[in-house]
C-alpha cells in the first residue's frame, strides 16, 4: 500500500510542477507578446512621424516649386 501512496504522492508532485511550468511558459509568452506588441506600436509611430514628415517637406517643396514657377511666369509676362 505503501508504494501505491508513493506513487499517487509522485503523480502529484510531477502535476504539480508540469501545472507552474506550463504557468511559467504562459506567463513569460504573456510578457514576450506584451513586448512585442510595445516594440511594434513604437515602430509603426515612428513610421508615421517620419511620413507625415517626408509628406510635409513633399507639400513645401512643391509650395515653393509652384510659387518660383508663377514668378517666373509673371516676370516672363512683364518682359513681353
Same mark, same amino acid.
Given at each position: 500500500?505503501?508504494?501505491?501512496?508513493?506513487?499517487?504522492?509522485?503523480?502529484?508532485?510531477?502535476?504539480?510542477?508540469?501545472?507552474?511550468?506550463?504557468?511559467?511558459?504562459?506567463?513569460?509568452?504573456?510578457?514576450?507578446?506584451?513586448?512585442?506588441?510595445?516594440?511594434?506600436?513604437?515602430?509603426?509611430?515612428?513610421?508615421?512621424?517620419?511620413?507625415?514628415?517626408?509628406?510635409?517637406?513633399?507639400?513645401?517643396?512643391?509650395?515653393?516649386?509652384? @510659387?518660383?514657377?508663377?514668378?517666373?511666369?509673371? @516676370?516672363?509676362?512683364?518682359?513681353?
Amino acid at each position: 500500500m505503501t508504494e501505491v501512496n508513493d506513487t499517487i504522492k509522485g503523480h502529484e508532485v510531477i502535476e504539480s510542477a508540469t501545472m507552474e511550468e506550463i504557468h511559467e511558459v504562459i506567463s513569460a509568452t504573456e510578457a514576450g507578446v506584451t513586448e512585442i506588441n510595445a516594440t511594434v506600436i513604437k515602430y509603426q509611430q515612428g513610421i508615421e512621424s517620419v511620413t507625415m514628415e517626408g509628406s510635409d517637406e513633399v507639400t513645401s517643396v512643391t509650395e515653393a516649386s509652384v @510659387k518660383e514657377f508663377k514668378a517666373t511666369v509673371i @516676370k516672363g509676362q512683364q518682359v513681353i
